[in-house]
């Protein structure tokens, strides 16, 4: 009867799974942390303190129409 023998890649199937699991989920985790980190030491939004000038809107006869001119937007 023969008996078992192992490979070596065979025997560290499971170490290298875990260890292959264990890098993406760090990976993840240092993604999500740093998201996380720069959402909340965000500047606040400024309301009403910039004041920008009003645009300043093209005559209708200067404007193309038509198809092609959505296509050139």
Known sequence: MK???FT???ALHPILFFAGVYVV???FSIFICSALFYSCNASP???GEEKSK???EK???AEP????AMALR
């Open 65 to 68: 129409s038509g198809i092609s």
């Open 25 to 27: 989920v760090l990976l």
């Open 8 to 10: 070596p890649m065979g």
């Open 3 to 5: 008996t078992k023998t």
């Open 45 to 47: 939004a400024k309301l």
């Open 59 to 61: 005559p209708a006869a």
């Open 54 to 56: 009003p645009a300043i």
